[in-house]
């Protein structure tokens, strides 16, 4: 006898979809291509994308791996290759030790999120975010039906959560705190005794999960060295996991690789809900990556270099204009300045008509505050040439003043 399946109530899950946004940083690039391609002299400030060439040693990897037939299907928590460079990486950069067990390879350090957020995350629990955050994180959590309860912070305090405001979000619906460091938007960099501070306050909330995003890590400029947080916070090793990925420091976006290494329980549930989505990433990505990490830092030293100009630049140029204010950062390729002041000089609503006022007036694209939990500011990134920073901010200047 066949049985009929019963109709699946999917208002919940079409409430979920009805309650996320459509990504400003990618709405906000598309519609600078847009303007481009009608002939509008556009500067794209607006994008989290190196613009450099991925380093030609990790191209040839690439090559070698086509050349040598690697186009198969892999593993789905990745090839063994790049999990022995993983584990290598996390020992080498952050004393933090793995087996093969405890490391994921996904399509970019997004999926590895999105791979998290599903194995913690259930309905009627909660997720603090801190804010200012990336704008995918929240989402993230409500499509996974739980709660993202965002952990303000203001620019005066270099945008870092004291600990009584992180005390009075933790409770026991508690499932996973994110964190970002270097972070996108602010470039700012959690240093070893702040994420200490952190790690006292989680000791008394065990259920916690600790989800360090550090793919920025290494475009950093920072005089204190970089601390991961697990490495800063030993006694939290088996609640963290620690999310990386080479699209940022080696310049390879396009080739969507992220990985995370953390407790062999989580780490098989991610593989599972992984297994049934994508299954492995790009093979060929994978033998890049690990040229990527086997290689030579001498590269990203050089790209870090040349963001740390642009940074140094644009901090001394965006001061002197009227009506914004902002910190000098440590890491990333983002200038996050308030913009309260030309917003009301301006008449404007806020950060979001502000960004359109720029884009119109000035043909310059930046990402409102607003897309990161913080309004009244923009998101300015500098990955890209001199000559077309200073142009933008002689636009910028002219618009604002």
Not at 191 to 219: R, T
Not at 270 to 281: E, P, V, W, Y
Not at 325 to 348: R, T
Request: aromatic share 8%.
């Amino acid at each position: 006898m066949i049985q009929k399946q019963k109709k699946l109530d999917n208002s919940s899950i079409a409430g979920r979809i009805n309650r996320i946004q459509p990504s400003a940083t990618l709405t906000i690039s598309a519609k600078a291509m847009e303007l481009r391609a009608q002939g509008l002299d556009i500067i794209s400030l607006s994008q989290g994308e190196p613009d450099f060439d991925t380093p030609e040693h990790i191209k040839k990897g690439a090559i070698k791996a086509i050349d040598r037939g690697a186009t198969k299907y892999t593993a789905v928590d990745g090839t063994p290759e790049l999990k022995e460079a993983i584990i290598n990486k996390f020992s080498r950069d952050n004393n933090l030790i793995y087996k093969p067990e405890n490391i994921l390879v996904s399509s970019g350090a997004k999926q590895t999120c999105s791979n998290l957020f599903q194995s913690v995350i259930e309905e009627g629990t909660e997720a603090i975010v801190v804010s200012p955050y990336w704008v995918s994180y929240p989402d993230m959590v409500i499509l996974t039906g739980g709660t993202p309860i965002i952990l303000k912070t203001t620019r005066q305090n270099n945008f870092k959560p004291t600990m009584d405001d992180l005390k009075s979000l933790l409770n026991d619906q508690t499932r996973l705190l994110m964190l970002n460091s270097p972070s996108n938007p602010t470039g700012f960099t959690y240093s070893e005794n702040q994420y200490k501070e952190i790690g006292e306050v989680l000791k008394d909330f065990p259920n916690v999960i600790i989800a360090s995003d550090e793919i920025y890590e290494h475009i950093y400029w920072g005089k204190e060295k970089y601390f991961s947080f697990a490495e800063a916070c030993p006694d939290l090793f088996n609640r963290t996991i620690t999310i990386n990925g080479v699209s940022k420091a080696y310049a390879m976006t396009g080739w969507r690789i992220g990985y995370c290494g953390g407790p062999t329980e989580i780490i098989q549930a991610m593989k599972k809900i992984q297994g049934q989505s994508t299954s492995n990433a790009s093979s060929i990505s994978q033998a890049a990556s690990t040229s990527a990490l086997n290689g030579s830092l001498d590269c990203v030293v050089s790209m870090v270099g040349e963001y740390k100009k642009r940074h140094h630049y644009l901090f001394n140029t965006l001061k002197k204009i009227n009506g914004f204010k902002l910190q000098e950062s440590s890491g990333a390729f983002y200038a996050f300045p308030e913009v309260v002041g030309a917003i009301n000089h301006l008449n404007l609503s806020g950060d979001i008509e502000f960004s359109k006022y720029l884009l119109e007036k000035a043909q310059i694209a930046v990402i409102p505050g607003s897309a990161f939990g913080a309004p009244g500011h923009i998101r300015i990134s500098f990955a890209t040439r001199m000559e077309l920073l200073e142009e933008a901010m002689d636009r910028m200047k002219r618009a604002v003043e």
